[in-house]
Each structure stands twice: as structure tokens, then as C-alpha cells.
């Protein structure tokens, strides 16, 4: 068995997107829903994501983008989330110690309550009429 390290450079980010995209990719319920949208394309999303959480952990800001936009309209709902919240600490928890491990569950927590809140507001928001101004 390894022994957790601290989350410090971008390898380790590397580390911790792979594991828990790892586990994303297998699970019952987030599975159909994350292979369906990203399909073959996981090599550029998972650099996406390197880059996310480099940036937010880091400090080395090499995302720029939108993180919300690509899951407006994803078909997901409270146990989604959960679950997703559940696999992501599970990961941070199993591999990492420290200040950027504590931050990075912190930050995946609040992530998954404001993209919860945004797609139920897209969601009521669209129901009459889905046609663009």
C-alpha cells in the first residue's frame, strides 16, 4: 500500500483526474451519462480537467473557459451529483493528505452545489419553449 501524499505539482493533479475519471468511467449510475456526452473524446477532456484543477489548486492558471457551460443541459439530478461528490472524495481521500486535499474536496463540494442549482434554474428556465432571442 502507498502512503498519501500532498497534492503539489501538476502530476499529482494528473493522478487525481485519472483515478477519479477512472472511477466516473465504471460507475452504474454516472457512467452512460459521462461516456455518452464525451464519447472518444476523454484524452482532451481529462487535459481540460488537468488544467482546471491545476489552475484552482495550483495556482498556475493555465484554464481559461466556462466550467459550467459544457453541463447545462446534461440529464443529471441530485444523486448524480452525490454520487459524483462521493467518488471524488473517496479519491482525494484514498490518495491524498494535506491543505491542497482538504481544498480540493472543499472546492469539488461547492462546484457540485452551484452546477446542482444552475442546471435546475436552466432547466425551469427552458421548459416553455426552447428556442433562442
Known sequence: MT??????????IKQLVDLFYGKVRE?????????????DNWPAH????YRFWQTVLLGEHTYYGSPFAPHARLPVQGE????WKLL??????????????AEAKF????MAEMF???IAYVKAN???GDHEG
Open 3 to 12: 502512503q498519501n501524499k500532498e497534492i503539489t505539482t501538476l502530476d499529482d
Open 27 to 39: 460507475d452504474d449510475l454516472l457512467a452512460d451519462i459521462f461516456n455518452g456526452v464525451i464519447q
Open 46 to 49: 481529462l487535459e481540460k480537467m
Open 80 to 83: 448524480h451529483f452525490d454520487r
Open 88 to 101: 471524488f472524495i473517496q479519491t482525494v481521500d484514498d490518495n491524498f493528505i494535506g491543505e491542497k486535499a
Open 107 to 110: 472546492r469539488a463540494e461547492k
Open 116 to 118: 446542482q442549482l444552475k
Open 126 to 128: 427552458t421548459t416553455h
